[in-house]
C-alpha cells in the first residue's frame, strides 16, 4: 500500500485549517501508486487527493509539477488541480513531508488495455504536448541518457541477483545508448510516466492524466516511446502493433510526426525500457523486506528494450 507517511486525524485537521475545504471527515489511505503517500480526503466541501511527496520526488521540483498542472488545466487538458490554501500556496508541510492536495478527478484507470484505449490516449497526449508549449518553467529529464549509468552505478553490479548476465547486458546497452541518443528532435514539457494506471477513462472517454511527479522537458516522441511500452505489450510480453498503430496515429492527427521523430522511435522506446527497468532493477535490489509496496518486475522491461533493439522500422509499429 502507497502510504509511507501515516498522517493523524489532528495532523489532518490542522492542515486543512489552512484551507477554505471546510472541515474534515476523513481521511483514507490509497493502496494503489509506488512513488507518494495518497490520501483520499473528504472535507464538508468535497473529495479531494492529499498526497505527501516521498523519496524519489525532490523538494526543488515540486513548484514545476503543482504549476504545470495548474497550466494544463487552464487550458483545457483534465488533470489535477492543486488547491491553494488561504495564504495563496499549494506546497506546504505535513508529517516532515512537502505535501500538497489536488482536486479528486472521476474515473478509472483501465486493467485490460484495449485499440481504443490506445487510440483516445494518443489524441489527449498530443494535445497535453500542445497546451505545455507555452509553459514558462524548465526542469530537465534526469531520468533520461545522463542518469542511466549512474542509476545501473547504483545497482552495485547485483544485476545478476536478478537474472545472469544482466549487469553487462545493461551495460553494454547504456553505451551504446550513450553513443546514438538523437541530440535534436522536437521537444517541450513531457509526462514521463504515462501507464496505464496514470490516465483515468470514464464510459467511452478518457477523463483525465494523473501523477505529474516525472514531468520534465523532453522530446516529445520519447513520451510516446514510454506509452509504447507501457500500453501495446501483452501479458505474454508480445507486442500489439494494433494497438501501437492506433496510438501513434491518433497522436499524429493532432501533432503530426516528423521523418526525424518516426526514424528515431525505436531508439527511443529502447532507452524508455532501459528507464524503467533500471529504476526497477534499483527498487527490486533496494526494498525492506516485509515492505508494503510490491517491487515492480524489470525483467519485463528487459523483454520489451530487446524487442525494440530488433526493431528496423516503422512496420513494427503498425505503421508505413
Ligand atoms: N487527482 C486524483 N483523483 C483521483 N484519484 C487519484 C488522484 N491522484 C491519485 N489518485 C489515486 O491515487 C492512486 C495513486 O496515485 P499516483 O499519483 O499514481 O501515486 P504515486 O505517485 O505514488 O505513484 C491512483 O491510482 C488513484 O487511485
Ligand atoms: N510507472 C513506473 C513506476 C512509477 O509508479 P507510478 O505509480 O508513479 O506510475 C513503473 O512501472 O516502473
Redesign the pocket.
Known sequence: M?VYTEVTDSDVAAFVAEYDLGEVVSLKG?????????Y?LSTTTG???L?LY?KR?RREDLPYFLALMDHLSDRGIP??TPVHGRDGEALRELCGRPAAI????????PKRVTAEHCRLLGGALARMHVAGRDFPMYRPNNLSVEGWRKLLESCDGRGDEVMPGLTEELEREVGVLEQAWPGDLPQGVIHA?LFP??V?FQGDRLS?F????FACNDFFAYDLAICLNAWCFEPDDSFNATKARALLQSYCSVRPFSDEEMAALPLLARGSALRFLLTRLFDWLNHPPGAYVEPKDPVEYLKKLRFHRDVRGPAAYGLG
Open positions: 502507497a490509497i493502496a494503489e501508486g509506488v512513488e507518494n503517500s495518497n483520499l473529495n479531494y487527493i498526497t516521498e520526488v488533470c489535477p489536488v482536486t479528486f478527478l472521476q474515473g478509472l484507470w510516466d494506471d496514470n483515468f483525465g494523473i501523477d505529474f511527479y
